[in-house]
């Protein structure tokens, strides 16, 4: 995980996921099963079932990519932005105020959905969701490349990183108001298995007379996560170690309870509108951990730090990462049971289907927690040439820049299998090793073990394949 790319070891916390609500790009598709995940007014045309392979879904989404922190240098070499040779503009003025990490998974262990009387389609699901997300604040990479000047002052308050893992029980039913109006509602159970939650209200940092002065305002707490208690200040960085979590130990620290609502209208034989609201709701987790950081000190880090960016890439992102992490001294507070607001998200779509084979829709998509919040507008065209087969493509833009997403839905006889993915660009790039590289290796796909996108660090794949059954609903 720490060679991926830089922005990920700033981070903080950083967390291996096994993805989210639905993939975005098929919500207008016809016969996709898991409209529901977005719309709990919207249905399937089939019944169907799966157990184990009723999907997974992987996402990653950032306004932050290798182009960010990478420059072309003499003879072809990689130059991290630290290099003297890149300059302050150059590089800041690729970044925002917020620049934001964000990572979900989810995996069903058990999905259904069937028709009932008066026209009412019902889904139940167990499914396992993890998310990790960080906020690295403009001014923390003000301070990495320009922090060496006697009185100049950095605030990076908002710096931050939230993860939760928890399994979801959800029951939803859509149905019918009149024949052009559909309402639906999905209750879910929340049992949670890991949280960890990093905010820093206020960091100053300011440098007098070769010293940092740090004036810190920071909090950590966590539920399941290992850490290493001392009663005196410890490190942010030697408080966890992933690496150490026994998974088969793992037991529930904390439960809770979340409501999706959403309406479909059919304004014309050949337009819909639709509109939901997803994840209304909270878990109250039972901590293991918490410290803050508080108050004035000095910090005198630093001392080694190679600015230049010639040496070993991920060496430097090493480096950068633990020097970072030692801005902060926590302390042990009292551990308490605080109630977590999910994030909230909420669907606005349009979508017109003038014949039978082909549809069109346009979907504005916000999501509320805070500086990790986002938003995006997408469009999508969907071709049926066959009743066996399903095709949609698309693209969107929003707080993470562009987005191309495609996938294929196939229907088999029994089986129902959907395949999409999407990403910020089709320029990729293999990943970093440990020595020196050149800058036409970093945007080689064939350089490597794994592709990843040059931008903006966008990529969300998604796979389902369920048994379909009963009488097909039109």
């Known amino acids: ?12 916390i950083s967390f291996s996921a096994l993805a989210q609500n639905g993939f975005r790009g098929a919500y207008f598709m016809d016969g996709y099963l898991y409209g529901h995940t977005m719309n709990p007014a919207l249905y399937a045309n089939r019944s169907f079932l799966g157990i184990g392979t009723g999907k997974i879904d992987v996402q990653t989404q950032s306004n932050l990519g290798l182009s960010t922190f990478y420059f072309p240098g003499p003879n072809g070499k990689a130059q991290l932005f630290l290099n003297d040779n890149v300059s302050s503009q150059q590089f800041l003025g690729k970044l925002r105020k917020n620049n934001i990490e964000d990572m979900n998974v989810q995996y069903d262990l058990f ?8 026209n009412r389609f019902n889904t139940l699901t167990l499914s396992v969701r993890v998310s990790e997300k960080a906020n ?3 001014d923390l990479f003000r301070f990495l490349k320009e922090g060496t000047s006697d009185g100049t002052l950095f605030n990076i308050g908002g710096m931050g990183s939230r993860a939760r893992a928890f399994a979801q029980l959800a029951y939803g039913m859509s149905i019918p108001v009149t024949e052009e109006i559909r309402v639906g509602g999905k209750v879910k159970a929340l049992v949670g298995v890991a949280y960890a939650d990093l905010m820093a209200r206020q960091t100053d940092l300011c440098l007098e007379s070769g010293k940092w002065a740090v004036n810190s305002d920071a909090r950590l707490i966590s539920s399941n996560i290992p850490s290493r208690q001392t009663s005196g200040p410890v490190k942010l960085g030697d408080l966890y170690n992933l690496d150490n979590l026994d998974w088969n130990n793992l037991r529930p620290c904390g439960f809770g309870a979340a409501l999706d609502l959403g309406a479909t209208w059919q304004v014309l034989p050949w337009l819909q509108l639709s509109a939901s609201i997803l994840d209304f709701g909270l878990i109250r987790w039972k901590l293991d951990t918490r410290m803050t950081s508080a108050g004035n000190w000095e910090f005198t880090g630093f001392k080694d730090m190679d600015i230049t960016g010639d040496g070993a890439v991920t060496a430097q992102i090493d480096e950068m990462k633990d020097e970072i992490l030692s801005l902060a001294e926590f302390r042990s507070a009292e551990v ?3 109630a977590d607001l999910l994030p909230v998200t909420a669907y606005l779509g349009v979508k017109a289907k003038p014949c039978s084979w082909f549809s069109a829709g346009i979907l504005g998509t916000a999501r509320a927690e805070g500086k990790y919040s986002w938003a995006e507008i997408r469009g ?5 040439p066959a009743h066996w087969v399903g095709i949609t493509a698309g ?6 820049g562009p987005k191309f997403s495609s996938a294929l839905n196939l229907r088999l006889a029994l089986l129902s299998i959907f395949v999409g993915a999407e990403t910020s660009s089709f320029h990729f790039a293999s990943n970093l090793d440990s020595r020196d590289v050149r800058f036409k290796d970093i945007f080689d796909p064939d350089n490597g073990n794994f592709v990843i996108p040059r931008d903006n660090l966008n990529m969300h794949l998604t796979l389902g394949v369920n048994m379909v059954f009963g009488r097909k609903v039109k």
Do not use: D, Q, R
């Open 1 to 12: 995980m720490k060679k991926i790319s830089l922005f990920l070891a700033l981070s903080l």
């Open 111 to 118: 999905h259904l959905g069937f028709w009932t009387e008066k």
């Open 136 to 138: 690295v604040p403009y």
């Open 336 to 338: 308490g049971s605080p």
């Open 380 to 384: 999508a065209l969907n071709l049926e």
């Open 395 to 400: 693209a969107a833009y929003g707080s993470f």
